[in-house]
Each structure stands twice: as C-alpha cells, then as structure tokens.
C-alpha cells in the first residue's frame, strides 16, 4: 500500500525506527495482562453459565494473541509519533469529558490506514494513517471516528451478541437434527441459511455501528479546536485506499531493474495468463459480497454525516500540514518497505519497491528491500511455499498493473529469481 502522495521524499540518512524496546514492551505487558486479568474476573461477576464461560474464552484467546503480537515487535514503543498522539487526544479531551482518562497510546508497524482501541483504554495507530492523510487534524478525526467505538463500547457488544447468537444457533441446529425429515440435503440447506443469516446480520450490526461511530466522533471532534470539515475530508482521502497501489508499474520498470549484467531481461517474463475464456457468469457465489460488508460505503457514511450535520455540507480544502507533520508522514513512508518485511508481505514488498523506484526515489534504500524482498521468495519457491508470500491472479480483484507484476513473478525461475535477489543484496547497505 502505497501513499497517493507525489511528494518526494530525500531519504539518504533515513534512520529505521528503534526496535530495541524490550523494557517499555515487558513494562506494557505486564500492565495488559493485569488489566486484561481484571476484565476477565468482572465478566465472571457480571454473568453465569455458559455465557461468562463463552466470554471468559474470548477475551483469553484475545489477550494471547495481542501479547504475542506485542512480543513480535508489531508494534512501536518510544517513537517519535507517541507525543503527537498524546497531543491529539489531549485536544479532543478538552471539552470531551466523556473521553477516558486512562488511554495508553500504541503504533503498530501496519501499512493500512486504521486505528482502533482495546477494552482497556490501549489506543492502536497504525503508521499507514499518515500514508493517506493531509494534516494532524484529519488524524484526529479518525481517532475521534475510534472514541466513538470506545464510548458506546461497540466491541463488548459486538462479542456479548456473538456468544448470545451461538446459544440461538445451538438450540436451532439441534432442532435441525431431530427433524423427521430424512433428506441430508434439506438438513444442510437449513444449516447454511442459519450460517449465511448470522453472517449477514453481524455484518448489518458493524455497519450500524459504524454509522454511529460516525455521529458521536464528529460530535467530540467538532467540539475541540480543530476544524470541522476536515473530518470529512479524512473519510473522503480513506475512500481513495487500495490495500494494493493502483499506480501503474510501466514495462520500462520491469526492464530498467532485471536487465542484469549477468542475466538479461526476458520478454517471456511479462507473459500474461489468459483469463478471457472463463465465463464468471457461470459461477454464482453463494454469500453476498455487499452483505458480508462490515463498513458502509464511505460515500454513505459521508452522505450520512452531511445529513445529520447541516454544516459539512460546505466543501472546504484540507489545510497544509505542519512542518511536525510532515516529518512525520516521511518516517511513515520510509518505514512501508520495513513493515511490509516485518509482516512477511515479500510480494507486496517488492511491487512497493519498484514503484518508489519507479519514481526515482532513493535507489540505495528502495534497492537494497528489493534485494531482500527477492531473497525471501527465492527461500519460499524453493521450499515449495510461495503461495504464503506471493499472491495468486483474481482478474475481478486486482489491478491490471497488479495482475501483470503477478505474472512476471511466477513467470520467473528459482534460478532467475536468486540471480534477482544477488544482484541486489550485493553492495546494498544493511537494513535491520
């Protein structure tokens, strides 16, 4: 994922964010395994039998996988976006009383553009944000969109309706069994309507939520110092997220960067799959895509917000960011390349790579996460599991120039693409 930005960044001194926080993460740790410890013992109180025991489970299984997350250095401590997040969350508390006192402020090593906050006041912010936003006010629409979630407590409810619905499910697929009917395919039919109308209802529930979300983040948000219309305008900069650039790679690219002194570049290697024979109206997919939806359309929630808040109907420009800002948005933008690494995105890692290099942007930085993008699926070809790293073709889901990377890609021999991952590793600088 890849900032619509065109603004060039000068990275020849890039530092990479320290990652050397084992006593601020041990510190963390110890609090959210207290405070999750906590929660726990008071949803035992609260609730009895099955439900207390659904829940209980839950929220184990969720602390175990956050306190794995933590410990894999998905996220960052002691960075340099921690005081502006405080900062912000400071502006939106003074005239918001409603907003906890007791939020602890978190950065994940995430390329999307999100954020979101736990039960016990740990506020998530992925870097991703300042790929896609203009300005610190549109950063704290979003956490005001997130306080909203907080305040209504969508989460809890979200996970009380889901062990309510399992008893519900239970009792109706046990009457299922009994039934006197002896054809296994009714009895299956059955079943999957009760799945596909939970799936479609949890999906209808998020959505509400969202809206609301919505209505009570403008509400703290326009209560502070920033300017109203920027929450809007961060909703319309998030509509325009792709989790995969749609920038286009030109074929000069392809041939600029693997006509290699000791391997020439090879037309056959931009041959595309031919997918005009199949026939998509024959396959009809058995759950609704749009129902499985869990956020509205932006442009609804946009719609809704406008209707319900007369003012935002005035369309006003984003503000020019602070000189803090922009610092910020490049250490965000040097950092895709690491976090892509980090989460073992190696294919996307290298469409990045080749479009920052596309662009002319620091060739020895861009250059050397190529090299070691390439190395990494030169390991999983050879050991038989690419697929983990490297997506396949879906023509109805991808963008041409997406699709045509792909191709090239497993077009590409183990040999060839170890020649690719040398080339580049050698004489790179060392990226940790």
């Not at 499910?169 to 046990?174: A, L």
């Not at 080749?354 to 090299?371: P, T, V």
Request: proline fraction near 3%.
């Amino acid at each position: 994922m890849l900032t619509l930005c065109s603004v060039p960044f000068c990275a020849q001194a890039y530092k990479a964010i320290d990652t050397a926080d084992y006593v601020q993460r041990k510190e963390f740790l110890k609090n959210f395994s207290g405070n999750n410890e906590n929660l726990i013992r008071k949803l035992k109180s609260q609730y009895s039998g099955r439900t207390a025991s659904e829940l209980v489970k839950i929220y184990k299984e969720f602390g175990a996988d956050f306190e794995k997350q933590v410990k894999n250095k998905d996220f960052v401590f002691r960075s340099e976006f921690d005081p502006v997040i405080r900062n912000l969350i400071e502006r939106l508390r003074k005239n918001n009383p409603r907003i906890p006192q007791d939020l602890k402020i978190l950065i994940a090593k995430d390329n999307m553009p999100n954020a979101y906050c736990l039960a016990d006041g740990t506020f998530v912010i992925n870097m991703g944000l300042y790929s896609w936003l203009d300005n610190d006010a549109q950063i704290a629409a979003v956490i005001a969109h997130e306080l909203g979630h907080k305040i209504d407590d969508h989460t809890f409810k979200m996970v009380l309706n889901r062990v309510e619905q399992n008893e519900q499910d239970r009792s109706t697929v046990q009457g299922i069994k009994e039934t006197t009917e002896n054809r296994s395919q009714g009895r299956n039919q059955k079943a999957f309507d009760i799945l596909k109308n939970r799936v479609y209802k949890k999906s209808v529930e998020k959505r509400k939520q969202e809206m609301q979300a919505d209505s009570l983040g403008y509400s703290i948000f326009k209560r502070s110092d920033f300017n109203k219309n920027e929450f809007v305008n961060a909703l319309q900069k998030l509509q325009n997220f792709d989790t995969i650039s749609p920038r286009v790679l030109k074929e000069e690219t392809y041939k600029k960067l693997y006509d290699l002194p000791k391997q020439a570049f090879k037309e056959k290697w931009m041959k595309k799959e031919d997918f005009s024979l199949y026939n998509y109206n024959f396959y009809k997919e058995k759950l609704n895509k749009d129902s499985l939806a869990s956020h509205p359309e932006m442009a609804k929630r946009i719609e809704k917000l406008k209707k319900t808040f007369p003012e935002l109907n005035i369309s006003v420009e984003s503000e020019k960011p602070s000189e803090a800002y922009i610092s910020l948005k490049k250490t965000a933008r040097m950092e895709i390349l690491p976090n892509y690494f980090h989460s073992e995105d190696y294919g996307v890692g290298i469409y990045s790579a080749m479009q920052f290099l596309q662009d002319e942007e620091d060739e020895k930085y861009y250059k050397a996460w190529l090299g070691k993008c390439f190395a990494k699926i030169y390991e999983a070809r050879k050991n038989y599991n690419l697929n983990r790293y490297l997506d396949r073709i879906e023509p109805k889901e991808q963008s041409e120039s997406y699709q045509q990377f792909l191709n090239f890609m497993w077009n590409l021999s183990l040999d060839e693409i170890k020649n690719i991952a040398d080339y580049y590793q050698f004489g790179a600088i060392t990226v940790k």
